[in-house]
């Protein structure tokens, strides 16, 4: 597990970096495609981790604006920021 995954509940997204190729990563999504428990495992966190309430519909704006004067935010403890707000396991 690469350090950028620390933290982050298994299968809630595909590491691009965990296979060796396009094509691999390419067999697989095609595998998810055709195999829906499969495909579903990818959203079984929502059953233990609560999404966002609040949406800010200019995330992506402000995140574009953020990018573009290089303005960097780093939280304190990155698990702590990803954990927080989250339901208890069940």
């Given amino acids: 597990m690469h350090g950028l995954h620390l933290g982050l509940p298994s299968k809630t997204f595909i590491a691009l970096d965990e296979f060796q190729s396009v094509e691999e990563l390419g067999k697989y999504?095609?595998?998810?495609?055709?195999?829906?428990?499969?495909?579903?495992?990818y959203f079984e966190w929502t059953k233990c981790y609560a999404k966002p309430k609040l949406y800010h519909s200019d995330a992506f704006c402000k995140l574009c604006e953020g990018i573009q004067?290089?303005?960097r935010m780093t939280p304190k403890d990155p698990v702590e920021f990803f954990s927080k707000n989250q339901r208890e396991s069940l």
């Fill in 29 to 41: 999504l095609n595998y998810l495609r055709h195999d829906d428990i499969a495909y579903a495992r």
């Fill in 69 to 71: 004067k290089k303005k």
